[in-house]
């Protein structure tokens, strides 16, 4: 089954960033406007010198705090900046081949949204009403209906006709100013029949764009099917990447590499092994064994992104509370000259080179040649060609080979 729009995004390597935190601006402090996205164009070119062919920007429209919590989602958040800025960061994307992957919060929207202050003045039969999911069962005392108990996240309204509409006008709105595609936040939380309506109408006027859902679990391909996206974020090769290497239990991993050989029948899953919602992998794992992780990402089918900062071995622990997810979303220097290179930066470009040099890579198919707790020989296979990965956390150390037997890669910690 073939669902891709564009097939070229099967190739493509992201470099994920959370733009609020990476411009170091305030997010439960007063806000203080300034042109904070623009510190992202002195960062594309090392980027590029990493390998990766994409950019995958978190939320950038205008919000209470987070991102996440929209007000306006069809302005730039001033703290990052203006439409100019964002104008020139789509042309430095455009001048260096790089995608450009933007992050809609299609769920739910903030409470300080204006249009939810005048649904509840303007009542249930408003055209602003018809936005959200509000129990209107007490007329003096309607209750907005929230996302995961968040009393900050208003609820749309999946069902009607206004919220689908709405979402398709943003999801046009930006990709007409250069915008490749699209990153849904929560997708699982959204009825799928939703999502098809609303990308059916937006690939009307952009047939090549791309969308990637939020799915943490569940049963990938039928989500894949009913929504239409293109792919979904592999949360489970994820978890059994660093919890198999951390409880030395390499059978957790065999067994979810083949469930990822079964979603690669139906589509090209988005794998990772850091993002701004988890725990650092350095701090998951431990630095030794980052180079482990990595490898599998960049050996296994899928269409990899790297979070900034862990192709420097950033650390950092997500914590369930307030500021929780600060420690993972940190502050970049305005330049590169600022933050040095490092032999795992070193790695990351090796690697990357690897895969990018084998394209067959995106859709291989993995199958187990050795296995034990701590050690794992695995194959990945696709277009009459593959290549052999050793495992072992003894040591630690990696050892990739071609079809030859040559040795292409090898670490040892």
Known sequence: MDVTTDRSFEQVIWWQVYPLGFGGAPIRQAHTPGHRLRRLLGWLDEVVELGCTGLLLGPICASATHGYDSVDLRRIDPRLGTEHDFDDLVAGCRSRGLRLLLDGVFSHVGRDHPLVAQALAEGPDSAAAALFDIDWSDPADPHPRVF?????????NHSGDAAAD????VLIHWLDRGADGWRLDAAYSVPP????????ATREKH???????????????????????????QYELWKAIWSSLKDGNFFELDWT????????DHFRPNTFIGNHDVTRIASQVGPTLVPVALTILLTVGGIPSIYYGDERGFTGVKQDRLGGDDAVRPEYPDSPADLPRNDLWRMHAGLIDVRRSRPWLAGASTESLELTNTRYRYRASGDGEHLDVELDLDRPSVLIRDAGGGTIWEHAG
Not at 166 to 169: F, N
Not at 193 to 200: E, N, S
């Open 148 to 156: 995961e108990g968040h009393d900050t996240l208003v609820r749309l």
């Open 166 to 169: 709405w979402v398709t006008d």
């Open 193 to 200: 029949p939703f999502w098809a309506r609303v990308l059916a």
């Open 207 to 233: 047939p090549d764009a791309w969308f990637l859902g939020e799915v943490i679990h569940g049963d990938y391909p039928d989500f894949v099917t009913r929504s239409t996206v293109d792919s979904v974020t």
């Open 257 to 264: 590499l083949q469930r990822h050989n079964d979603f690669l």
